[in-house]
């Protein structure tokens, strides 16, 4: 797969503090990249090394190819966990200087805020200062400047931060609209659950060193412990939960459930087949929940940050 940002080997010092140590990353083309790690992992040093902002100690960035350079902050958008705009502007001034920033005529960028204003329905907060806005509102202007140039590569740094479900689902739809459409995404949260829903690949930096990365679900896969939520109807319930204990790693399981089953979470030996469980369950009573247990990204970041 194409990649479109490469990290190689960088590190970074701030005098007796190393805040990355030997990084390397890749981000493939028209990817959603999760950038994820505990608070004061090194993440936010990695992405100001991106755009230029502050520079390595060692090692090398490569932007589609090339060696990271000045003029390639052009093809970024990167909106900061720490917003950046000015409270005193008015919304529309503002949103015209930042664009003509990167490189937009007043005309295009005028041409392009109109689009984007009408297609979040905030058409009427051109003339309104930043310090009217709520912290949600205010998110909705800088997601729009980060985006107006068409940058190849977008990073947003917990882009969610301040708004209501509402429209953190609507700037959710717009990202993955911008990958569908092209874009490559490095995307920096602590909300694993956005991680679930957007993300194709992911890395986990811990205390300035990168532990995991790869493909979300390959990583998955990897984590997995051939375990089943097992939801079960019997006649002799004292007898069954015995003899599963004897045959298999079984502990108490809790899900949603209409029935008033018998819960459990077993572990087959790699060998065993699921179907070797379900059929052993059905000699024993009724089978009403069969359910492979997944682990999520937050099970990952968690048991993986714990080893390390």
């Not at 030997?22 to 990817?31: A, F, Q």
């Not at 979300?216 to 069954?240: C, M």
């Amino acid at each position: 797969m194409e990649k479109l940002l490469v990290a190689q080997n960088v590190s970074k010092t701030f005098g007796n503090y190393k805040a990355l140590n030997d990084v390397s990353i890749e981000v493939p083309k028209g990817s959603i990249f999760g950038l994820l790690g505990p608070n004061g992992a090194g993440k936010t040093t990695f992405i100001r090394i991106i755009n230029q902002i502050t520079m390595p100690d060692t090692g090398k960035v490569f932007l589609d190819g090339e060696p990271l350079q000045p003029h390639h902050i052009q093809y970024i958008g990167y909106l900061p966990e720490e917003r950046g705009l000015y409270k005193s502007m008015k919304v529309g001034e503002q949103a015209l200087y930042l664009a003509q920033l990167k490189g937009l005529s007043h005309q295009e960028a005028k041409t392009r805020l109109k689009y984007w204003f009408d297609r979040l329905d905030i058409g009427d907060w051109w003339n309104k200062k930043i310090q009217e806005l709520s912290k949600g509102m205010a998110q909705k202007i800088q997601f729009v400047v980060t985006v107006l140039h068409q940058p190849k590569l977008l990073i947003f740094d917990e882009p969610f931060s301040g708004f209501d479900p509402i429209n953190a689902n609507l700037i959710k739809d717009e990202i993955l609209t911008l990958r569908n459409e092209g874009a490559t995404v490095i995307f920096s949260t602590h909300r694993m659950e956005s991680v679930e829903e957007m993300c194709d690949h992911i890395a986990l930096i811990h205390k300035s060193n990168k532990i995991l990365d790869g493909k979300l679900i390959d990583i998955k896969r990897a984590y997995k412990s051939n375990t089943f939520e097992v939801g079960l109807h019997t006649q002799n319930p004292e007898a069954v939960t015995a003899e599963l204990h004897e045959k298999f790693e079984v502990s108490p399981a809790t899900f949603k459930s209409i029935n008033n089953e018998l819960q459990y979470k077993i572990k087959i030996p790699e060998h065993a087949s699921p179907n070797d469980l379900a059929s052993y369950l059905t000699t024993q009573g009724q089978l009403t929940h069969f359910v492979e247990v997944i682990p999520s990204a937050n099970d990952i970041f968690i048991e993986t940050v714990q080893k390390n």
